[in-house]
């Protein structure tokens, strides 16, 4: 297990689309194990392997005071409501984003040994399901923002404390 550097803006692998598992076998546990460790290092609350240069649709999720989660192949089946949130990433670091994102959501994905998975999601965990499966889908959360003034870059001194204090998605 070992934290992999996560690619940023303006890498170009960020856009591209990731192809689905087919096989779950030694080297995707050391993937997914390898994710898990990048995402904590990272303080984020979740992580795509796109942001790793792996196109493999897989993503982790760690939603503070519960278990991480595992998602192979996700794809969300079902969206009901609408939302005003303030979102990060891992992958463009120093800015954040306010956007709309579903209230709830469910979702479907293989967990790590292959069984299938059902996920009725509110809130952050909504919102980290929907912002992991856009990076699959080379989908940013930048380009759900309305208008460039819902982009703000944060204050060095406001990046330290979020590091320390706030989780933000992959």
Same mark, same amino acid.
């Given at each position: 297990?070992?934290?992999? %550097?996560?690619?940023? &803006?303006? /890498? ?6 990731? =192809?689905?598992?087919? $096989?779950?076998? #030694? %080297?995707?546990?050391? &993937?997914? /194990? ?6 904590? =290092?990272?303080?984020? $609350?979740?992580? #795509? ?122």
């Amino acid at each position: 297990m070992a934290a992999r %550097p996560i690619l940023v &803006l303006p /890498d170009e692998f960020l856009r591209k689309r990731a =192809k689905r598992v087919r $096989v779950i076998n #030694a %080297p995707m546990q050391r &993937l997914i /194990d390898d994710m898990i460790d990048t995402m904590r =290092k990272a303080h984020g $609350v979740g992580l #795509a392997a796109i942001q790793i240069g792996v196109l493999q649709r897989v993503a982790v999720i760690e939603i503070p005071e519960e278990d991480v989660r595992v998602l192979i192949n996700p794809e969300i089946l079902r969206r009901g409501g609408e939302r005003e949130v303030t979102e990060g990433c891992l992958s463009i670091p120093g800015y954040r984003g306010k956007l709309r994102r579903s209230v709830k959501v469910t979702a479907r994905a293989l967990d790590r040994h292959g069984k299938e998975i059902r996920i009725k999601a509110e809130e952050l965990l909504a919102q980290a399901l929907e912002h992991e499966i856009d990076h699959l889908n080379g989908i940013l959360y930048i380009d759900h923002l309305e208008t460039h003034s819902n982009l703000w870059k944060l204050e060095p001194e406001a990046i330290d404390t979020e590091a320390a204090t706030e989780a933000h998605s992959g």
